[in-house]
C-alpha cells in the first residue's frame, strides 16, 4: 500500500495545483540549499520520543512483572488473586493504562519519521501498524512466547498488545473463567480487566525491547533530504484510514464496537499528534524548498498547519463532550484525506523539482 501511495502521488504531483510549468524537466541536479539542509531538529525530535517511548515500556515491562509474580503465587488463580490481593491487582492494572496513554502519544508524534522514513519503517509494522497472521500481506514480523512456553504466532504490534489486554477487549489475552471486578462492586465496568498474566509479561518485555532498538537506530540514522521529503509524501496522506478507524472504534461507534483497539485514547488525538510530527518534518525543509519556490513553500507550510488545527479542533471537540456520527466521520476523513493528498502533492513537486528522488 505505501508503495502504491507514493508512485499514484508522484505521478500525480503536476495536478496538485502548484503553479508548475509543464516544459519544466522534471528533477535537476540537486541545489546546495537541499544538499545542506539542516535536519538536525529531526533527528532531535526523534532521539526525545525514543528516549521517552524507553521510558515508558520499561515502567509497562516492570509493573506487568509485579503483576505476573502476583499471579504465579496465587498459581493463576484469578479468582483467589482477586479474593486476596483485589486492591493491589487493581493499583497494578490502572498504573499500566496510565503508563500507556503516556506511551502512545510519545509514539505517534514521532510516527511521521519513523514510519516515513524507509529504514526505519519496519519499525512502525512491529510497534504500531502490523496486523496479525490473519492478514499475512500486513502481519507483524514477530511471535511472543511465554514464560510458561506459549507462543503466539505473529499477534498483531505491540500497541495492539497491550492495549487490549489492558482494557481486556480481546478474549484471546484475558485470564479466563475469571469476572475481572477490580473495584470488589459486584459489577464488570469498561476498563476493569485482568489479563492473562503469561501472555502480558512476555508482550511488555519484548515492547520494551523494540523500544530500545528503534533507539539505537534513531540514534544510528542521518536525515537526508530524501528521507524528509519522502515521510512528507508517504505519510501526510493518509487521513482516510485513521478516520476509519475512528468511525469504527468505541468513541464514534460506541460500546457496540467490533474494533477491540484504539479504546485508551481516541484516533483523533492520534491524528492531531501525528501531524504535528509532520509539521516539524516541513519546517526543516521550507528553507530548501523556498529556494526555488518561495511563495509555494509558504502555501504549503500554511496548508499543512490548518491540516493539523483542523484535526486537533476535531480531537478537542471530543474531548469537550461532542459525539460524532459514522456519516460525520466518514465527512470529516475525506476532507481531511483531500486536503492531505493535495498537500503531499505540493511535496512530491518541490522533491521532483529540486531533484530529490523519493523512496519507494
Known amino acids: 500500500m505505501r508503495t502504491k501511495l507514493l508512485v499514484a502521488l508522484v505521478a500525480a504531483a503536476a495536478l496538485a495545483g502548484c503553479g508548475g510549468d509543464d516544459s519544466e524537466p522534471a528533477a535537476k541536479e540537486t541545489p546546495a540549499a537541499a544538499a545542506g539542509a539542516d535536519l538536525g531538529a529531526i533527528k532531535d525530535y526523534l532521539l526525545t520520543h525514543t528516549a521517552t517511548l524507553q521510558q515508558h515500556t520499561a515502567t509497562l515491562a516492570a509493573d506487568a512483572e509485579a503483576y505476573h509474580a502476583a499471579a504465579e503465587e496465587a498459581g493463576f488463580d484469578y479468582d483467589k488473586l482477586l479474593a486476596d490481593r483485589r486492591e493491589e491487582v487493581a493499583g497494578l492494572i490502572e498504573k499500566m493504562q496510565a503508563t500507556f496513554r503516556e506511551a502512545n502519544p510519545a509514539y505517534e508524534e514521532m510516527e511521521g519519521v519513523v514510519a516515513g522514513v524507509p529504514s526505519l519503517a519496519d519499525f512502525d509494522v512491529i510497534i504500531d501498524a502490523g496486523a496479525d497472521k490473519s492478514d499475512p500481506e500486513n502481519a507483524v514480523p514477530f511471535s511472543i512466547k511465554t514464560p510458561a512456553g506459549k507462543t503466539y504466532e505473529q499477534p498483531g504490534n505491540f500497541f495492539f498488545l497491550l492495549e ?188 521532483g523539482r529540486l531533484g530529490i528522488t523519493l523512496e519507494n
Open 164 to 351: 487490549t489486554s489492558l482494557w481486556g477487549t480481546e478474549e484471546q489475552f484475558a485470564a479466563k473463567s475469571v469476572q475481572p471486578d477490580l473495584d470488589g462492586d459486584g459489577k464488570v465496568t469498561f476498563g476493569e480487566a485482568l489479563p492473562d498474566a503469561d501472555f502480558l509479561v512476555a508482550a511488555a518485555r519484548d515492547f520494551a525491547g523494540q523500544a530500545d532498538e528503534l533507539d539505537a537506530a534513531a540514534k544510528a540514522w542521518e536525515p537526508t533530504p530524501q528521507d524528509a521529503f519522502t515521510a512528507l509524501v508517504v505519510m501526510t496522506p493518509t487521513m482516510s484510514e485513521y478516520f476509519e478507524a475512528w468511525k469504527s472504534s468505541r468513541f464514534v461507534a460506541g460500546a457496540g464496537a467490533e474494533e477491540s483497539s484504539f479504546v485508551a485514547a481516541s484516533r483523533l488525538q492520534d491524528i492531531a499528534d501525528i501531524l504535528g510530527g509532520l509539521v516539524l518534518i516541513y519546517d526543516s525543509v521550507q528553507p530548501t524548498v523556498a529556494e526555488d519556490d518561495p511563495q509555494q513553500a509558504r502555501q504549503t507550510g500554511s496548508e499543512l498547519k490548518e491540516l493539523e488545527a483542523f484535526a486537533a479542533g476535531l480531537r478537542d471537540e471530543e474531548a469537550g463532550g461532542r459525539k460524532f456520527t459514522a456519516r460525520q466521520a466518514d465527512t470529516l476523513g475525506s476532507e481531511a484525506q483531500d486536503r492531505a493528498e493535495a498537500i503531499a502533492g505540493q511535496v512530491s513537486q518541490a522533491a
